[in-house]
């Protein structure tokens, strides 16, 4: 039975905001959406809100644009209140050559206080964090909940990501289908700490192979060669 679930997306105007927004509008557990993004966005956010609110689905859409000097814990709980869930991808990405770890600085500091309002407006929700570097600022955030003695938030690493991408290059190189490919991806989301368990998913078991010098090859590429 679909849910009625109240969802907010931070950063719902940016690159990973607008996708993630429509398919939290598309998606029948969720009856209402709130898409919260600053007025400098390249894109209003009452903008993308007014066209996912005119999706042919049931979830009401509405935007929310906030100044870059205002606090959310001060101005967003219209549309954190009352929240399940709130996706963070407010924050900035990397340019070429940067790290994701040298986001920390400056995307701590906004998650810090989009948390914080989450703390205060939907202290129950989950708030799926995927601004980076999230190897950090995740732990960041559940060890400034722990010090506020706020026990009922809870946070979630994004980056199932890292889990469509194995899937995806498996299936390439394998030719297995797409419905047979399941790579459990451990660890973090950094460059060395993505850790995909070809060992755990029997398409790569079977469809790929490590030569002696620790390269990955393809084995039905060799077949067709040896054919
Ligand atoms: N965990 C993962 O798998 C992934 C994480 N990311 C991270 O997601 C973040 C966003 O990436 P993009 O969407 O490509 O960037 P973007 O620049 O296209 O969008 C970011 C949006 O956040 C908004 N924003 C910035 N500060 C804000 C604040 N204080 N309150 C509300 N909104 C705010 C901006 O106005 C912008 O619309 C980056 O940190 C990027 O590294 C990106 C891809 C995958
Ligand atoms: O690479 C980045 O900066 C964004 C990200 O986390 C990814 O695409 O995996």
Do not use: D, G, K, Y
């Given at each position: 039975m679909a849910g009625n679930f109240k969802v907010c997306v931070v950063g719902g105007a940016g690159g990973i905001g607008q996708p993630l927004s429509m398919l939290m509008a598309m998606d029948?557990?969720?009856s209402e959406l709130c898409v919260y993004d600053l007025?400098?966005?390249?894109?209003p956010a009452e903008g993308v809100a007014a066209d996912l609110s005119h999706l042919n689905m049931k979830c009401k859409v509405k935007g929310y644009a906030f100044d870059k000097d205002d606090k959310a814990i001060d101005k967003a709980g219209d549309c954190l209140t009352g929240c399940h869930l709130v996706l963070v991808p407010a924050g900035v990405p990397r340019k070429p050559g940067q790290d994701r770890k040298d986001l920390l600085n400056i995307n701590a500091g906004i998650a810090k206080n989009i948390v914080e309002a989450c703390a205060k407006f939907c202290p129950e929700a989950v708030v799926g964090l995927i601004v980076n570097p999230v190897n950090s600022v995740v732990p960041a955030m559940c060890e400034m909940w722990k010090k506020k003695g706020e026990t009922s938030q809870s946070s979630a690493f994004i980056t199932t990501l890292d889990v469509v991408r194995a899937d995806k290059f498996v299936h390439e190189m394998t030719g297995a289908p797409m419905s047979d490919v399941s790579v459990p991806v451990i660890g973090g989301h950094a460059g060395t700490t993505i850790?995909?368990?070809?060992?755990?998913c029997q398409a790569a078991v079977s469809g790929l192979r490590t030569d002696s010098s620790g390269t990955q090859i393809h084995v039905r590429s060799v077949d067709r060669v040896g054919a």
């Open positions: 029948p557990n969720v007025t400098m966005a390249m894109v850790l995909p368990l070809f060992s755990q």
